[in-house]
């Protein structure tokens, strides 16, 4: 199995939210999950940062011009399927995901799940943007929807409530 080797690099850049025990072994369990769902061919690497709101307002800001903060951010390094590969190991770089802890910790009490759904449904929805995904069309935004729900299953953190706040 070590041709479909995934390997996810896990930083954290923000002090806000202290990461529960699990958090990382369920980002890696969930990229797995996902590039599974896909078919993903191949070994690969993501790297998953975890900052606060004034860090992914930042970035928010720089890379797509907006002065606010957000969830999660995708920055996906291929196009149309084509990957760049790392000279090192091989591996196709898929990208870099970053998840606003203090956003994902607010949420989650927002919609009344855990922070674990929470953060597993926004690496997912973010990995997806990583294979090409998007969801500007209300249809794309469906079929997103459904695969991260997906996921969200097969890793025992089904939805539990309606995803509109009360």
Known sequence: MTENKIRVIITNKQKTVKIPTGIRMLVRRTCN???R?????GPAEISVTFVDN???KELNKEYRNKDIET???SF?????GEWDRNPETNAFILGDVVISMEKAYDQAEIYGHSLQREV?????HSVLHLLGYDHIEPMDRVRMREKEELVMEQLGLP???SY???
């Open 37 to 41: 769902m896909e078919n993903f061919k």
């Open 71 to 73: 969830d999660v951010l």
């Open 159 to 161: 939805a539990s409530i």
């Open 120 to 124: 597993g449904y926004l690496t997912a």
């Open 54 to 56: 004034a860090g992914i």
């Open 76 to 80: 996906p390094m291929g196009e149309n």
């Open 164 to 166: 509109i706040p009360e």
């Open 33 to 35: 999950a996902v590039l």
